[in-house]
Nanobody
Framework: QVRLVSSGGGSVQAGGSLQLSCAFS????????MGWYRQAAGKVREGVAR???????MYSDSVKGRFTISQDNTKTTLYLQMNALNVEDAGTYYC??????????????????????WGQGVQVNVSS
């Protein structure tokens, strides 16, 4: 059984930083792909970042250079360090997971339909 529990949302002024965490549990015989998505009010959910089991990362253009996705050594906690936040970064953030495909690895971050498991959302508010 796969479980994802997000934490760390909150309110920050533009230019500030927040770190999100996601506690993950799931079968250890899979290589897991982990990712973060977000949904702003009135907008579709979009991929933000993903990390594969080897530590390889992918970011959306909108957050590249400002956000960092990482995992702890046990790969049971996923993080999203968000720096230089702006008002466009506000929204509900979700962690996501899917077992890596043996042939194709992890899905790209913008292919939401391939991500199988989702945590509850955490709210990030950014004021100007």
């Amino acid at each position: 059984q796969v479980r994802l529990v997000s934490s760390g949302g909150g309110s920050v002024q533009a230019g500030g930083s927040l770190q999100l965490s996601c506690a993950f549990s799931g079968p250890t015989y899979y290589n897991w792909c982990m990712g973060w998505y977000r949904q702003a009010a009135g907008k579709v959910r979009e991929g933000v970042a993903r990390i594969d089991s080897t530590g390889g990362t992918m970011y959306s253009d909108s957050v590249k250079g400002r956000f960092t996705i990482s995992q702890d050594n046990t790969k049971t906690t996923l993080y999203l360090q968000m720096n230089a936040l702006n008002v466009e970064d506000a929204g509900t953030y979700y962690c996501a997971a899917v077992a890596a495909d043996t042939d194709y690895g992890c899905p790209k971050i913008h292919v939401e339909r391939l991500w199988q498991f989702w945590g509850q959302g955490v709210q990030v508010n950014v004021s100007s």
